[in-house]
């Protein structure tokens, strides 16, 4: 258990029987009246966001989420298959736990997987990844139609929009939350 003055991103929390995991919140206290936190959350399970205000000092019931580091094997059609660093485990994970994880996942990567009673609930990759390109069209000078961007095929097969000047064979680095460019690596 803990109150909502302890809240903090990432945090995992049971409400209705169902895990929430709080991806941003926010202390509020008026001039008047009592102070409260407004917390947006997401299902773990389905990805839902809900808006939620709760009263500043209630207790809520945090959710035990083993987080493990684990390396990236290979995707056997079905499942993204990962293995646990100490043990030597595998652990098959699916597609949908995956989201848009999968995009941004090589061979031999390292992810953070989380569990919740044997169950795994999500895939966290570092926030930005190196990745080369494999297909994109030459940039041409004068083609400005598109505010000087243009799209490319990374080498995970996910298409982002990069700079004209960014070419085929190019290491560039990727946000993992949101897939934007950050710049060449």
């Known amino acids: 258990m803990a109150t909502t003055n302890d809240l903090k991103n990432g945090m995992v929390l049971k409400l209705d029987n169902q895990l929430w995991q709080v991806v941003e919140f926010q202390h509020v206290k008026p001039g008047k009246g009592p102070a409260f ?3 947006k959350l997401r299902n773990v399970l389905t990805g839902k966001h809900v808006d939620k205000t709760m ?6 019931e945090t959710a035990t989420v083993d987080r493990r580091d684990m390396q990236y094997l290979y995707n056997d059609g079905e499942d993204f298959v990962f293995m646990d660093m100490q043990t030597y485990e595998q652990l098959p994970v699916t ?4 989201g848009d994880a999968k995009n941004f996942l090589l061979e031999n990567a390292t992810a953070t997987i989380a569990m919740h009673d044997g169950q795994v609930l999500f895939v966290e ?10 297909f994109t069209e030459p940039g041409l000078q004068g083609d400005r139609s598109n505010a000087g961007t243009k799209p490319a095929t990374l080498e995970t097969g996910y298409e982002i929009q990069v700079p004209l000047f960014v070419d085929q064979g190019t290491k560039v680095k990727v ?4 897939g934007e460019y950050l710049g060449r690596a």
């Open 125 to 134: 990759l570092p926030a930005s990844v190196v990745l080369e390109i494999t």
């Open 55 to 60: 009263n500043a000092g209630v207790k809520v």
């Open 95 to 98: 597609a949908e736990t995956m």
């Open 175 to 178: 946000d993992t939350r949101t």
């Open 37 to 39: 936190v407004r917390t």
